[in-house]
């Protein structure tokens, strides 16, 4: 059967991608090998740019496609936009920061676009063995990209480690995949919910869902599941941390809201308060202690993982359900707009081989960039929650859907933990602006790409942080759409 | 045009016009003299606009006045609600008013980032506006933080040699106690769907709000902590000295002037505002509290060394005062209150301006270092002396009014309470006479000390200012207490209709 036209439509962002994907492998052996991969990368932005206007026509084109395996709606459009433009902003940032680092490699450009067709994908599947590989397309992209500092043993190591781990996470996503369709007896998340609802719920399905939480655990960063994530992202290179902090984990979080939620899944309350409070308290706590900036924002990203997931448990008795995934959806959408932005300052400032990633190497960093350290300023005041940023308002959304569902403890549990995380943030403000500058680090220009890249994700912290109406309506609305 | 046209827009305006002088810094060359002037001539104009507020206001008229309430979020739903009653309204002025100074008090003291300097003191301007006239609970929750990191800042960049250890612990103690107060805002929104101050009000006491039975106790305590710390009252008052010493001399103004007075306003507006009867039956040990504080922190400035650590310890025991006053329920001890905030905001910041003058000379804050200065600066001592009085409360200069009625108050509520404090009045006679005794009495017993210069024009500028405010709030306290009452009455109905209907029982 030929799928009808429309059905394409429905996954025009992936095609899109997918197409530039392979554009750039072609394109990228006939360049001469000596020279700056900067052609490359522009194709590669131009691909994720329209990659990002593609999901408008997607977004026309609601309903399922390809025999009910693609489900297109708000929830999906949301993640699919979150994320393309993700990869598009990250493109951009490399451009320069491969030229610092001397890394001559197109295929860096097509792996992220690779990877993205991934992330976004696992929005819109419903079906659990194309979310399992969507999964798998999303990770070795990711895989591959965290080894691009050859000459770092750091980086060899990020990607072994990201890859023997993520490898072990995926095979327990598939093992509770399997698991769910001998519960069920079936691999779709709308049918999987039906069964669920109106009949016992089998024991298998219990295990199903514990085993598909501890895959995607994994992918979100979230403790105990976490231990990976330190060392990951101080060897990977900074913009692919940016990707990879941020995408993936979207994605994730797309499909663990549409598992626990539209299908119904079955005893997670628990596993997940539990995740969200060890997440929470194990990231700041780590966090307080690091003295890399790369680590310190690895710990973070493990308690903003914990944040995020205390959305999940918000279930009021009411059904409105609604309220928790818009939080999360808004949370994860302005996460990924403040940390894109603080490791893409952290890349520029890093210089080749990343040498300058220290909180020492911060220190006078307002007095010899002033502008950088603003900015950089803006996206730590997000990741701590200040109001007018994007940060703020994510908190206040996962915390007001928490204290609706009378999570009294939890939010408690939240706000203390926020309040901690105010210390390590701060200290990296104090260090830029309170320390003398340390002798020979130097002062560098702002290439024009990365500070294009840098004012779209400052302007869009600050858009959520002032006028969060709109997106949040959006995710309002969305959330009911994916439930249905 | 009637300039009466004004008063919907008039808070939007003040309160913004700081933060667009900063926005134009920011492209300014940096041209320190320039970058001075433009300052000064947006805190002078931003001061001389919020005269209209004081010009227009109505006397005795119920509820807030110049209101504007736009809806600004819709999803939660956050209002662009702004408004003044008698209290607010003299706090803004306030504000304005010392901003000014500030300026022209860091016009030689502050030679490095200077641009950095000025932006971050205006938009600090206009946090501390937005928090007096913000009645939207999240507005108000919005410009609260706002005050803080331009403070950690201006603490942490120009202070002295601990000022990064000054301004972390500043941060941190103000924000840890400060989500506490973000938790119970939430709270309010997801029990009752709004965060109107007066929505919520009138809901509270229809006692329509689900579940507040049971949870307003720690609401309120959630409320206090975070005020008690920027008070700050005793035992989490430890912040402050080290904040002050370090500051630079413009942030120990504004800090002693206004930040303290958030504190305060935030107990006076929404402790008792929102919870008659938890401030009731809390207000035995608050009182103790701030009781200790008052003579705790008089003891304690006693046998300080440093000049600046003095005043910094003056505050706490002043600051009790208005503590006191707001939690003994009394028409005169709120309005002393009140008034006592006005007054230190003035005499205090007169102080620091003073000290700060010092140390640009002497580099130094320490006592022992000084001494006979009389005989080199004495139009500085003058200024000096002046001050001290009215720190002090000599009738006929603003310090007496505020600590007077507080006492009396006080004594009207209990007569211990009253007794306790008054010690606290003599002690504060005690630690800055003798401290204006060791400082410009006797003989100069350091060389460097006798060819100190006397203040020049523009240090005189800006300290006129501050010492005739203090002359014509001792003797003509009716122009400001005559707003002060009105708000005041409202402010303790409830309280007081609680009391009698415990006693009606």
Redesign the interface.
Known sequence: MIPPGADYLRILPELVLTFFGILVMLADPLMDPHKDRKPIGILAFVGAVLAVSATFIQAQHPGLAFSGMVRVDGFAVFFHFVVTVIAAVVILASISYMKTQQIRAGEYYGLILFGTVGMALLSSAIELVLVFIALEISSISTYVLAGFRRRAATSIESSLKYFLLGSFATAFFLYGVALMFGATGSTDIYKIGEVLRNGNVPTLAFVGVALMIVGLGFKVASAPFHVWTPDVYEGAPSPVVALMSTGPKAGAFAVMLRILFAASAPGWFWLIWVLAVLSMIIGNIGALVQNNVKRLLAYSSIAHAGYLLVAFVALPKTGEYNYGISAAMFYAASYAAMNVGAFIVISHFGSLNERYTTLDDYAGL??RQ?ILAAILTVFL?SLIG???TGGFFAK??V??AA??ANLVGL??IG??N??IA??YY?RII?YM???EPREGVPVTRIPAGLGFSLAVALIVTIYLGV???RV??FA?RSAQEMLR | MNSSALNPYILTIVTFIPLAGAVLLMFFPRRDRDIRWFALAVSLLTFVLSLHLPAHFVNGQQGFQFEINLQW????NIHYHLGVDGVSMWLVVLTTFLTPLCVMISWKSIHD?VK?FFILLLVLQTAMIGVFVALDLFLF??FW??T??PMA?LI??YGHER??YA??KF??YT??AS??M??AI??F??KAGTFDFVALQTAIQAGQVPGFATAAPWLFLAFFVAFAVKVPLFPVHTWLPDAHVEAPTAGSVLLAGVLLKMGTYGLLRFNLGLFPEQARSNAPWIIALAIIGIIYGALVAMIQPNLKKLVAYSSVSHLGFVVLGIFSFTQMGLTGAVYVMLAHGISTGGLFMLCGILYERRHTYEISQLGGLATPMPVYATFFLFTVLASVGLPLLNGFIGEFLVLAGAFQAKAVYGVLAATGVIWSAGYLLWMYQRVFYGKVKHDVNLTLPDLTAREQAALWPAAVAALVMGVAPLLWIKAIDPAVRAAIQPVVQMTTQVMGR
């Open positions: 307002g007095h002033p005041l200040i109001p007018i206040f959304y915390f007001s204290l609706k939010v408690i706000v203390i926020s309040a105010a210390y701060l104090v602006y309170m320390r006028v969060p109406g949040l309506d309002l | 979020i819709s999803t939660p980032r950095e929750y919005f933080e706002g803080l990191i800042l942490g960049m000022r990064i301004a972390v941060f941190l924000m840890v989500v506490f973000l938790a939430i709270w929104y997801a």
